[in-house]
């Protein structure tokens, strides 16, 4: 289905599949669907249960230290979400918004904050002004390599200061006073954030869910997910039977890429590998601030490894070593086929996440709960005038005419008739199949000659083109950035984003 999507591209859409309105009765759907199922001999009713208990004592948890109420545990489907705690565009805050709404239909809503993905710059775009409008990045925090989230500490007070005045700065160049409040929001929160967040994974989504008002949905980490003796059982799932997971995971990348187009073999992600009998299971082991990959030698019972080193052995009952947390496609698959009953994706999301389908269908025999998809595109205040993009096209095309047609554009008279006569000439001369080389090459410059000689009596109009042609290219640059998709979610307003989302049937798109 996400294949045959795209983006929102104006203010205001939003893709939405399917429609806000049926998804709490598509979860009950996806609920009735997992009735019965077993997983290795193992009722997966059972284990539903018993992640759902200890995600909700978690979340509860977490909501309480971090100073929100947690909501009342409802009876109904579970509706969950996920993202990086970073500083996203709205149409990625959608996701948390609609599932509150979901939780006033009576669906448990849970987000799962992927605090374990690599940091890598954790930044927001903001727009300046410095001669023209621009997007630019503000770095809070520069991470190394596979270093997670929840590895880096909550932003020192003078950093957090000096990122909040640089904001501030930014928009002051782009007259804009409805978004300085906004940075100054942001800065509060930022400092009573430092003081109930533990690390920077924290941080982030304590920031995001301060801003939305809306303390009604579950929030878990996915450092503390993968503490749950449900997860720990889903890993020895994986991990007793680690070749056929291999084999039915990389066989469901390939049929993937080659039905998406993708060359590159890290595309979605990349295969897992085999080397010197151990297995690599879709799962990192966080230690010493870093990931690296984990991976499982076969036996009775398996033993997990990193870094060819052997940690633990796994089984159903036990637990495991401190740090291990799943790949992105091995925390959907637990979430969607040991928590939720409906998973919203963005767009990115829902296209890896039928790779998850596949292994779910060929390694369990199970059909999973469906996903939904949603995203939108919202503009700042920015845009000075209608986009130019048509009009420069039109005239771009126009001046390429002018260049490689100029005969087009001039009157047959004394002096152009005979140039223009020996161009169609040369032009019907190279129709000829068997023209040797040598003759294609002269016949071809000759009539680079001859526009050249018909471009001069075009001087003055090209020269006027190129300068409407410069005065259009900076008109559209400054359109753009007017109209970026990607600057941060605390410059908007999360009511107007909730009055966004779709209510009726039908995709706002």
């Excluded at 990349?270 to 080397?275: A, E, G, I, T």
């Excluded at 008739?417 to 016949?443: F, G, M, N, T």
Aim: a neutral charge.
């Amino acid at each position: 289905m996400s294949g045959q999507l795209s983006i929102p591209q104006r203010h205001g859409q939003v893709l939405c599949r399917p429609e806000l309105g049926r998804w709490v009765d598509v979860a009950r759907q996806g609920a009735r669907a997992l009735e019965g199922a077993r997983v290795f001999g193992v009722a997966l009713r059972d284990v539903r249960e018993q992640a759902r208990a200890e995600i909700l004592s978690q979340a509860q948890a977490l909501l309480e230290r971090w100073g929100f109420p947690a909501p009342v545990p409802l009876e109904g489907p579970w509706v969950a979400t996920g993202h990086q705690p970073a500083l996203f565009h709205p149409g990625i805050w959608l996701k948390t918004l609609a599932v509150a709404r979901c939780m006033e239909a009576g669906a448990a809503g849970l987000n799962v904050v992927v605090d374990s993905d690599e940091c890598g710059a954790w930044s927001a775009v903001v727009p300046r002004r410095d001669g023209r409008l621009v997007p630019k990045e503000r770095v809070v925090v520069q991470a190394g390599p596979e270093v997670p989230y929840e590895a880096l500490p909550p932003p020192e007070e003078g950093t957090w200061e000096g990122f909040c005045d640089d904001l501030e700065e930014d928009l002051a160049t782009v007259d804009r006073s409805d978004l300085a409040p906004r940075v100054e929001r942001l800065r509060a929160h930022g400092r009573t954030a430092r003081a109930r967040t533990r690390h920077l994974g924290e941080f982030g989504a304590w920031l995001r869910r301060a801003a939305e008002g809306l303390p009604y949905y579950l929030e878990v980490l996915v450092s503390q997910l993968s503490r749950t003796a449900a997860f720990a059982q889903f890993v020895s799932w994986l991990a007793q039977d680690a070749q056929r997971f291999l084999a039915v995971h990389n066989r469901a990348l390939g049929e993937h890429r080659r039905e998406e187009g993708l060359r590159s073999a890290a595309q979605p992600f990349p295969d897992l590998r085999q080397d010197q009998g151990l297995v690599e299971l879709p799962l990192w082991l966080v230690r010493e601030g870093r990931r690296r990959p984990l991976f499982v030698r076969p036996g009775r019972p398996p033993v997990l490894y990193a870094d060819g080193q052997p940690l633990s052995p796994v089984s159903q009952e036990g637990t495991l070593p401190e740090g291990v947390r799943p790949r992105a496609l091995a925390l959907t698959l637990f979430v969607r086929l040991c928590v939720c009953d409906l998973f919203v994706h963005g767009l990115g999301g829902a296209r890896y996440d039928r790779v998850t389908d596949r292994v779910a269908r060929e390694f369990f025999g199970l059909e999973l709960p469906a996903f939904a998809i949603l995203t939108g595109t919202f503009h700042l205040p920015l845009a000075r005038h209608a986009d130019p993009s048509a009009e420069y096209a039109r005239r771009r095309q126009l001046w390429l005419d002018l260049q490689h047609n100029p005969d087009r554009h001039l009157p047959r008279d004394g002096e152009t008739a005979p140039l223009v006569e020996e161009k169609w000439r040369c032009i019907r001369a190279l129709e000829s199949p068997s023209l040797p080389r040598r003759e294609r090459r002269q016949l071809t410059q000759r009539i680079r000659e001859i526009n050249q000689a018909l471009r001069q009596r075009l001087h003055d109009r090209l020269s006027s083109l190129e300068a409407e042609l410069a005065a259009l290219r900076a008109e559209v640059e400054e359109h753009e950035a007017a109209t970026h998709r990607g600057y941060a979610f605390f410059l908007f307003d999360a009511a107007e984003l909730r009055d966004a989302l779709p209510t009726g049937a039908g995709t706002r798109c």
